[in-house]
């Protein structure tokens, strides 16, 4: 059974994955290099992309911003054997990393190297705990699966 709270966890952290998702396919849109809120990124760096590859890599992200999304949806699912509730669980945990490494290099970046990004890494940091949320809500649940089919 999902708690409330666990259930809320879940539709956050997917909603706010898609405001990521939203940010790469307007930057794939206009063909930018970055993030809405990161940091500043020089001129010279579209030099090392061909044609149309700025867009492209960040469809890419965008893509991997929905995989996400639908992993973190997918802990919704009762599943009762151990093989895909574990796997889950690591690709859950796998995301929350990802948001915690962004928080802690956009925030360091904006601080120590004056290159901008606090604003991407005040959101990744909000990622991070909605992902944690979400993936202790997960882990949570086995024991009442567990205690569900013991009766």
């Known amino acids: 059974m999902i708690t409330w709270t666990g259930r809320w ?14 940010s790469k396919i307007h930057f794939a849109l206009a063909e930018r290099i ?4 990161g940091p500043r990124v020089a001129p010279e760096t579209y030099l090392e992309y061909g044609p149309g ?4 890599a960040q469809w890419a992200n965008a893509a991997a911003g929905l995989l996400m999304a639908a992993v973190v949806l997918a802990s919704l699912i009762p599943f009762r054997r ?5 796997t889950l669980a690591a690709l859950l945990w796998s995301c929350a990393a990802m948001a915690a490494a962004g928080a802690i290099g ?3 970046g904006a601080l120590f ?9 005040g959101y990744c ?3 991070a705990v909605l ?21």
């Open 113 to 121: 190297a004056e290159r901008g990004g606090a604003l991407f890494g």
């Open 34 to 37: 970055g993030v809405t809120g």
């Open 131 to 151: 992902l944690c949320l979400a993936s202790l809500s997960f882990h949570r649940r086995r024991r009442s699966i567990m205690k569900q089919l013991s009766r």
């Open 9 to 22: 966890a879940v539709w956050a952290a997917a909603s706010w994955t898609l405001l990521y998702v939203a």
């Open 82 to 86: 151990p093989l895909p509730r574990r």
């Open 53 to 56: 590859e700025v867009a492209r």
């Open 125 to 127: 940091a909000v990622w």
């Open 106 to 108: 956009m925030t360091a």
